[in-house]
């Protein structure tokens, strides 16, 4: 069997300023166990800013995305200029707020925000091609902004204890895009866009349930692929 070459695009490492860490090897274990292979890529460019990440606060450090990311990729990553959507069959870009701050604007300008240009390029190339794009946690966002009308899921859209990010559903309403409410062990598949999405930790859930919800996403993108 070939094995299928998948993208992850990592927007560095922690939940505040970068990539989920628990999405990211979440997303690592399922695509292992599938027998995918994996090639990591992040932007090389300066993270909007540093969180320390024990008082939450900003901090006056300056870090570099795919330096950052490196941590979690141990090492084994390349700038995302440098990837090649004719060498891969599919992308997946896990969550964390370096995809609202790093990856896009989204954390200061919502839906009225812009998208790093290599990212952008990339997923655009992927979404050309009809390749499966995998999104989780806020990471959707990228698709409500560069493919229009797309269907996704940011888990529910009516805000509560256990979606405390629902806000977000509306955001992505008001792009034109049809956002569909998912349990957070569910994943939304838009088969037309070969687009496939899952709350993640945009639900206070137990992290089995997260972990499960991304399987789920990474099944349905190497089904796509």
Known sequence: MVKKRVAVILSGCGVYDGSEVHECSAVMVHLSRAGAEVQFFAPNVQQ???VDHVSGQPTEDKRNVLVESARIARGDIKDLTL???NEMDALIVPGGFGVAKNLSSWATKGKDCTVETSVEIAMKKFHATKKPIGLCCISP??????????????GQDTECEMWPFAKTAHSMKEL????????????HVDKA???????????KAPIHEIFDGIGEMVKEVLKLA
Do not use: D
Not at 193 to 203: D, G, I, Q, R, Y
């Open 48 to 50: 909007m800013h540093v």
């Open 176 to 187: 034109g895009c049809k956002h569909i409410n998912k349990h957070v062990h569910e994943a």
């Open 83 to 85: 990837l090649c959507v």
């Open 193 to 203: 866009n070969k687009l496939v999405t899952t709350s993640a930790f945009m639900c």
């Open 141 to 154: 966002v990228l698709a409500a902004k560069l493919i229009p009308g797309c269907e996704l899921t940011v």
